[in-house]
């Protein structure tokens, strides 16, 4: 599995932006593709998931109402709209996936990640 992030950049405090991964190497039918983001000196934290299967979502209490995951099932890539952006959502942003349907927001638990992709967001 390869997983190629992009669409990170530089943005205004309340702006907004969209990630895009596009995954290959193998059907993703049972996968669940995830958003993660580690900040200066910080770890690793879960952002968002989705079930490649049927949509469903899960968000980090962080995101929730601004942040969007979503799939485009025949283009195999993964978006994560960010709306009402702040500073504290800059970080590098990796996008993950495991092969279980299950949620789980740990990174241990996710088998494949892409390069990250840096946000900043400036106020």
């Known amino acids: 599995v390869q997983l190629q992030a992009s669409g990170g950049g530089l943005v205004q405090a309340g702006g907004s932006l969209r990630l895009s991964c596009v995954a290959s190497?193998?059907?993703?039918?049972?996968?669940?593709m995830a958003w993660f983001r580690q900040a200066p000196g910080k770890v690793r934290e879960f952002v968002a998931a989705?079930?490649?299967?049927?949509?469903?979502?899960h968000y980090a209490d962080s995101v929730l109402g601004r942040f969007t995951i979503s799939r485009d099932n025949a283009e195999n890539t993964v978006f994560l709209q960010m709306n009402s952006l702040k500073p504290e959502d800059t970080a590098v942003y990796y996008c993950?996936?495991?092969?279980?349907?299950?949620?789980?927001?740990?990174?241990?638990?996710?088998?494949?990640w892409g390069r990250g992709t840096l946000v900043t967001v400036s106020s």
């Open positions: 190497g193998r059907p993703f039918n049972y996968y669940t």
């Open positions: 993950a996936a495991r092969r279980a349907t299950v949620f789980n927001t740990h990174r241990s638990q996710y088998n494949f």
């Open positions: 989705v079930r490649w299967d049927d949509g469903r979502t």
